[in-house]
């Protein structure tokens, strides 16, 4: 169980999901031969995956998805108490000319989005760069938007958002104190 206020249930992600989908074979017209998903550890990775299946189930086809770790490359490294984490980038597609769709959990406050835009470009030069998020926080510190969002909420600053999915138990989408932030 998690220690916050429920703000969006499984189902309200399950619609939300749909919406991006639908939002981004719109855009694409149901075609995603050079187009690519690519979520962003940790909570973007399930979530691409997950955006990519409503894509097959709605259009016969969707993009191939990849993984990208951005730990190394946030402004905010050498501020935390411990090292983060480093997870698997898998990137199974040549990123240049590529339609990359970047796929995270919540925009905040943009910087994870900067740190991502700074990690793919080691990987090649994009056709064209997308993002796509589950929850759009509103007012980023950063000039960045989302251009495929399935939900929008406000909190206060002292909370964070938190997505769990299905895996994850007790699926929702949570206002958690900053200070329980590591679940």
Not at 32 to 37: G, I, K
Not at 83 to 103: K, Y
Request: hydrophobic content about 40%; charged content about 25%.
């Amino acid at each position: 169980m998690i220690n916050g206020t429920k703000l969006f249930s499984a189902e309200e992600i399950s619609t939300a999901v749909a919406k991006i989908a639908d939002a981004i074979g719109a855009d694409f017209t149901g075609s995603f031969d050079d187009c690519a998903l690519v979520g962003i550890h940790q909570q973007g990775v399930p979530l691409a995956e997950m955006i990519c299946e409503e894509l097959k189930k709605k259009y016969g086809s969707a993009p191939l998805v990849g993984k990208l770790d951005i730990s190394m490359y946030r402004d905010d490294i050498g501020n935390r108490k411990r090292l983060p984490a480093i997870r698997e980038t898998d990137i199974p597609f040549d990123v240049n000319g590529s339609s990359i769709i970047l796929v995270d959990d919540v925009l905040s406050t943009g910087r994870t989005i900067r740190a991502a835009l700074d990690a793919l470009t080691d990987y090649g030069r994009a056709g064209l760069i997308r993002l796509a998020v589950l929850v759009d926080r509103g007012e980023p510190e950063f000039p960045i938007r989302a251009d495929y969002v399935g939900l929008c909420t406000t909190a206060p600053a002292d909370r964070k958002i938190v997505v769990r999915f299905e895996e994850d138990g007790d699926p929702g989408i949570y206002a958690v104190n900053w200070e329980n932030h590591n679940l």
